[in-house]
């Protein structure tokens, strides 16, 4: 078998020849000692800089070490602590009801510390504590989970780490299964460092130590518990204050060569947002720092083979340089360079003496090394270009090459005897490659064909998902109340409109008429999508059906109603809930039960009233005892007055430039227009809302009452 060799580029040395090279040797060993004599008188002068400097940069180096280790031990301390709390159930991270305190008290020990959080594996729910970006001592809880669509949300903490108002919400959702220190923690299994990435929430250069959270017995993977530490703030501080001679530097490299610190002034950071990017230190704007990482990347290839601590020297405009380099490590997953720079004139001024050679002596040496080099020479020279002549046969494809073992050199015949091994080694090998490559080809095309399967399966499924979701969608907008059965209600004027998120939506309301008495209904479950969407045709079946055996009671009827979604979510085994009011109407009188959203009274010139249902009851789906919560509040309606019903969709959308709708809005357009019939006062709504939206996608569904005293 041959093999093509690669090409190479011609070496500066290649027309050398071994045995003028060895007499050389002889000679330069005689011209060497010469030049020790004149070197040990030379470095007679400089061995004690040379100690004062080696004591300098290793006692400056250990307290950078010491500094580190101090500085990432507590991130890891914190995780351990929080991720015993998350197993315990003292952190509400699917919610986020209750645990910002303990996070709270964390973060005001531990003054490095710039967030502490943890994330969901079920949704990449997120919950945690972060210092504001303007003010270091003001904290934030924020939160991200269904309740809020996974935008982060930042609520503003009080004194004893109680949430007190929401401050901000973020334009998107946010996933913390996605995030680098949610993967690395699962990628390590077990206590792991980030790399170094720009912070969701301040916009800064972050480091995380993160921890996955297993549930016991089965290790059941129930989330990831962080604490972030914002680079290089503190610590670089703590560098520009060590005093390295008059002009020394030091700085902490990652081994990719990027600038961690340094105790200069130059920012570690080109760019901005989640676009910037870390210094490399051998293009920093600091002549000191720039010439040593070169200097090391040159020496060593790249930062990566420094493992134990080494004292260098290099040249800057023909000024030598004191260098020290300390591989720092921790348990978890960092590996840094601590380097420590001093130029050799913050010690001592110019050190030079007059050295006196002996010439005559070098002369009558170097006559006796050539005579005998080109003697040994021959000898130890004629073994060497046998083997050389195998190995450049080797190198064009040969491989079926023996030499000979038979030298008085021991060392010879060693080398002789492993490049004879390495020759049947390789032909074996090159063999084995070639079955090899067969086998591997055939698994290949197994694998490809098995993907093609699985792609003409998913889009089929695909399909059939598609189909399902758009009959759910039809069913819906069936049972919803008909144009002109609105219009057959005595005593109201009511328009109404429901448009859905996705293709199913999650919002409920209904209009019935029995007996003289009309009943409206309007619900809200949470999310949206095809769940939602059976939980609320759960809710119009359950209304419909009270409504129909006339039963009267709001809080026999709200009970009936929470009983059954009770136990139909159980059956679905789903988390879901919703929020519900029910209003019963006759001759101008409107009785109120349940908790929604506020209930907008309109008198006939346009002033609104804004009732608060919060203390009429409580979301229908979580708890099948509920009568001891459920009120009632009975408001008059006189001919122009009404009321107007929606969901929280309409309020809470935000458009482009993150303004929210509100409640505010609403009342203004809805006074305005209240001197018209109810379709037109619906139409001006929903007009206003499509254009304060703008291009912005519509996040939750929205749903729109109007009932109008005729």
């Known amino acids: 078998m041959t093999v093509t060799p690669s090409p190479q580029p011609p070496s500066p040395f290649a027309q050398l020849r071994l045995r003028a090279t060895l007499v050389w ?3 330069l060993q005689v011209v060497a000692v010469v030049g020790i004599v004149v070197y040990v008188s030379f470095r007679g002068g400089q061995r004690a800089v040379n100690e ?11 307290r950078i070490e010491r500094e580190l280790r101090n500085y990432f031990e507590t991130p890891h301390e914190l995780n351990r602590l929080n991720a015993a709390a998350f ?3 003292e952190l509400d991270i699917l919610n986020a009801q209750y645990g910002e305190a303990q996070l709270y008290q964390q973060m005001k020990i531990a003054p490095n510390v710039a967030f ?6 079920q949704r990449g729910e997120f919950f945690g504590i972060v210092r504001s970006p303007e003010n270091r001592r003001d904290l934030e809880l924020t939160f991200g989970n269904r309740s809020n669509n996974f935008h982060r949300e930042y609520h503003r903490l009080n004194v004893r780490g109680e949430r007190t108002h929401r401050t901000r919400r973020s334009d998107r959702p946010y996933d913390a299964r996605l995030r680098p220190w949610f993967q690395t923690a699962l990628n390590q299994d077990g206590p792991a460092w980030s790399d170094i990435y720009i912070a969701f929430s301040t916009g800064l250069p972050n480091i995380t130590a993160s921890l996955p959270v297993y549930r016991e017995p089965g290790r059941q993977l129930i989330g ?25 530097q ?7 060569g990027q600038l961690i610190a340094n105790s200069g002034n130059e920012p570690l950071m080109v760019g901005e947002g989640e676009e910037a990017e870390s210094v490399l230190a051998v293009e920093s704007q600091d002549e000191q720092v720039r010439n040593a990482a070169q200097y090391l990347r040159k020496e060593y290839g790249s930062f990566k083979p420094i493992q134990t601590a080494e004292q260098l020297e290099f040249y800057i405009q023909g000024q030598r340089q004191f260098m020290q380099v300390l591989p720092f490590r921790d348990p978890y997953g960092l590996d840094w360079l601590i380097v420590v720079t001093v130029p050799e004139s913050d010690f001592m001024a110019q050190i030079y003496a007059s050295t006196r050679n002996t010439i005559a002596l070098a002369l009558a040496a170097l006559t006796i090394a050539i005579g005998g080099g080109v003697f040994v020479t021959r000898w130890l020279t004629r073994p060497i270009l046998e083997l050389t002549t195998a190995a450049d046969a080797m190198a064009q494809g040969d491989l079926v090459q023996q030499v000979k073992a038979d030298t008085p050199f021991q060392e010879l015949n060693t080398l002789a005897q492993a490049f004879n091994s390495m020759a049947g080694q390789l032909q074996a090998f090159f063999a084995r490659l070639e079955e090899k490559v067969k086998e591997r080809t055939l698994e290949l095309a197994e694998a490809n064909q098995q993907i093609i399967t699985l792609n003409t399966k998913l889009q089929a499924e695909n399909l059939r998902m598609s189909a399902e979701l758009d009959l759910a969608r039809q069913i819906q907008q069936m049972i919803l109340p008909r144009a002109e059965e609105l219009c057959q209600v005595e005593g109201l004027e009511i328009a109404g409109f429901m448009e859905p998120a996705e293709e199913v939506g999650g919002d409920y309301y209904d209009v019935l008429q029995r007996d003289g008495v009309i009943t409206v209904g309007i619900g809200d479950v949470t999310g949206h999508g095809l769940e939602s969407g059976l939980l609320m045709l759960m809710t119009q079946t359950a209304v419909q059906t009270l409504q129909q055996v006339q039963e009267r009671s709001p809080i026999t009827v709200l009970d009936a109603i929470n009983r059954t979604l009770c136990h139909n979510v159980a059956r679905m085994n789903s988390d879901k809930n919703l929020t519900l009011v029910i209003l019963n109407y006759q001759a101008g009188r409107v009785q109120i039960t349940g908790q929604h959203e506020e209930v907008l009274v309109v008198r006939a010139g346009g002033a609104i009233e804004r009732l608060d249902t919060i203390d009429l009851g409580v979301p229908i789906g979580l708890d099948p005892e509920i009568t001891e919560f459920i009120a009632h509040e009975t408001v008059d309606l006189k001919t122009g007055d009404g009321l107007v019903l ?3 969709g309409i309020p809470e959308a935000y458009n482009a430039a993150e303004e929210q709708y509100g409640v505010e809005r609403l009342c203004t357009v809805i006074s305005r227009a209240w001197n018209n019939s109810a379709k037109v006062v619906q139409d001006a709504v929903i007009t206003d809302f499509r254009n304060f939206l703008g291009r912005q996608k519509m996040l939750d569904d929205i749903t729109l009452v109007i009932l109008k005293q005729q």
């Open 116 to 121: 502490v959080f943890c994330g969901s594996a």
């Open 52 to 62: 004062l400097s080696s004591q300098l940069r290793s006692e400056i180096s250990a």
């Open 224 to 248: 990831v518990c962080g604490t972030d530490v914002v680079l290089p703030k503190e610590f670089r501080t703590f560098l520009q204050e060590l005093d390295i001679g008059k002009t020394g």
């Open 87 to 89: 197993r315990r159930g």
């Open 25 to 27: 040797a002889f000679t």
């Open 646 to 648: 929606y969901t929280d």
């Open 250 to 256: 030091a700085f902490v490299i990652d081994r990719q």
